[in-house]
C-alpha cells in the first residue's frame, strides 16, 4: 500500500484580496474610512453637513490615492523606496560614498 500525494498549497504566499484590493492595502482604506466618518461626525455638530461630509472624505481620498498609486500591485517596499527617492534620491541605489570595511582594519594586523 502507498499513500498518495496531497496537495496542500503550503507553500502558496499570497496575502488574498477583497473586492481586487490586496491583503493589507484594504485595512489601510478601511482605518481612513473609520477616521473620516469620526471626523465627520465631530464636526457635524458644529459646521454645515456639506463642510462636515467634505472634511470627511479627505483622509479615506488620500490613503485610496496612495494604495492605488505606491502600493496595489506593486512589488514590496515599492512605496517607501519611492517615498525615500523623492525625499533624498537614494531609493534604489546605494549611497555614493560607502562606509569603509571594518573588518580590514583587522587584516593588516
Known amino acids: 500500500m502507498s499513500k498518495g500525494i496531497v496537495h496542500t498549497h503550503a507553500g502558496d504566499d499570497s496575502d488574498g484580496k477583497i473586492w ?11 482605518a481612513a474610512l473609520l477616521l473620516g466618518i469620526g471626523l465627520a461626525v465631530m464636526l457635524s455638530s458644529h459646521h454645515p453637513p456639506a463642510f462636515s461630509f ?13 494604495v492605488v498609486t505606491l502600493r496595489q500591485g506593486k512589488p514590496k ?3 517607501t ?23 580590514s ?3 593588516s594586523s
Open 20 to 30: 481586487g484590493i490586496e491583503g493589507v492595502n484594504i485595512l489601510f482604506m478601511l
Open 105 to 107: 582594519s583587522h587584516a
Open 81 to 103: 523606496d519611492m517615498l525615500e527617492t523623492l525625499a533624498n534620491g537614494t531609493g534604489w541605489t546605494p549611497s555614493a560614498r560607502q562606509p569603509r570595511n571594518p573588518l
Open 77 to 79: 517596499s515599492f512605496d
Open 54 to 66: 467634505g472634511v470627511g472624505t479627505v483622509p479615506f481620498v488620500l490613503v485610496t490615492a496612495y
